[in-house]
T-cell receptor, first 115, second 114 residues
Framework: GAVVSQHPSRVICKSGTSVKIECRSL??????MFWYRQFPKQSLMLMAT?????????EQGVEKDKFLINHASLTLSTLTVTSAHPEDSSFYIC???????????FGDGTRLSIL | AQSVTQLGSHVSVSEGALVLLRCNYS??????LFWYVQYPNQGLQLLLK??????LVKGINGFEAEFKKSETSFHLTKPSAHMSDAAEYFC????????????FGQGTRLTINP
């Protein structure tokens, strides 16, 4: 069964809406989680590293005020796309692992469509 | 810095034929290499990984890959393709065994012809 749960799986909303995506580790604690973005027919690009209890680390070119990340507990990280616009439409995927050399597990992704 | 190049965005093979998906990497540190499979509208599932030790790595669903340092390659193979193998395949590199902060290749869409 899934060890990382991502919710919702699909979101369709109007331009200007803020959208929150949740990533939960189900049977382990994760001090670090990762958020990726995948454009249609393209690869995954790391957006940011979510750190429990501290600020997220964003990759170059990713707007931290646009993509708010909160990692308030050891099993939950949230990505909020603020004031979303059509260009934010994409497939967002999170990953999490127990740490050390233990493998990362991926959520099933969230398809975000902004009208 | 690390990067991954997958040669061929689309590979098509007949059912029962050999599957070969190519991956070359660049890394300034010893690489940890991974192959993932993605089915439509789903996340990624780990097929196999190379960390250290044996350079021929066996994974799930009959896939295997060989790490060739001299060629900076990590090609994925399967002797006999099944219809269920049709999916998107991603090669990725990381600086750690835990696959944190993965750098992905562009992906290869595998189509299986009956």
């Amino acid at each position: 069964g899934a060890v990382v749960s991502q919710h919702p799986s699909r979101v369709i909303c109007k331009s200007g809406t803020s959208v929150k995506i949740e990533c939960r580790s189900l049977d382990f604690q994760a001090t670090t989680m990762f958020w990726y973005r995948q454009f249609p027919k393209q690869s995954l690009m790391l957006m940011a590293t979510s750190n429990e209890g501290s600020k997220a680390t964003y990759e170059q070119g990713v707007e931290k005020d646009k993509f708010l990340i909160n990692h308030a507990s050891l099993t939950l990280s949230t990505l909020t796309v603020t004031s979303a616009h059509p260009e934010d439409s994409s497939f967002y995927i999170c990953s999490a692992g127990p740490g050390g050399n233990q493998p990362q597990h991926f959520g099933d992704g969230t398809r975000l469509s902004i009208l | 810095a690390q990067s991954v190049t997958q040669l061929g965005s689309h590979v098509s093979v007949s059912e029962g034929a050999l599957v070969l998906l190519r991956c070359n990497y660049s890394s300034s540190v010893p690489p940890y290499l991974f192959w993932y499979v993605q089915y439509p509208n789903q996340g990624l599932q780990l097929l196999l990984k190379y960390t250290t030790g044996a350079t021929l790595v066996k994974g799930i669903n009959g896939f295997e890959a060989e790490f060739k340092k001299s060629e900076t390659s990590f090609h994925l193979t399967k002797p006999s393709a099944h219809m269920s193998d049709a999916a998107e395949y991603f090669c990725a590199v990381s600086e750690n065994q835990g696959a944190q902060k993965l750098v992905f290749g562009q992906g290869t869409r595998l189509t299986i012809n009956p």
